[in-house]
């Protein structure tokens, strides 16, 4: 059974930067489509990245568009959302998800339910 582990989250103040990463031990991420999500207390579970295995083709929501980055090592088998200028309506659980199925470039952000595989999450925190 594919397991997501991610790792990175934390307080930050509002401005600042994190590194989410997420891996999964024993399974190849090449194969797999891997999006990020947050959910903020009280509110929907939301897209806010995705890369393809091999890190060709990646989208972002309109939130993270121009503040977050989404990378791939190959080698360290590990999927990176770099967050920069972070705000307070940025804090939620960010969670890292995986599943089999195309994307392209531009196309719209892969729903909750195109992803079986899911990690446990990180909490990102944006606070003075």
């Known amino acids: 059974q594919l397991q997501l582990v991610e790792s990175g989250g934390g307080l930050v103040q509002p401005g600042g930067s994190l590194r989410l990463s997420c891996t999964a031990p024993?399974?190849?991420?090449?194969?797999?489509?891997i999006g990020w999500f947050r959910q903020a207390s009280g509110k929907e579970r939301e897209g806010v990245s995705c890369?393809?295995?091999?890190?060709?083709?990646?989208g972002y929501s309109d939130s993270a568009k121009g503040r977050f980055t989404i990378s791939k090592n190959n080698a360290k088998n590990t999927v990176y959302l770099q967050m920069n200028n972070l705000k307070p309506e940025d804090t939620a659980i960010y969670f890292c998800a995986a599943g089999k199925f195309t994307f392209e470039n531009n196309w719209p952000l892969p729903k909750i339910g195109e992803y079986p595989y899911w990690g446990q999450g990180t909490q990102v925190t944006v606070s003075k």
């Open positions: 890369i393809t295995g091999i890190g060709s083709n990646y």
């Open positions: 024993g399974f190849n991420l090449d194969y797999y489509v």
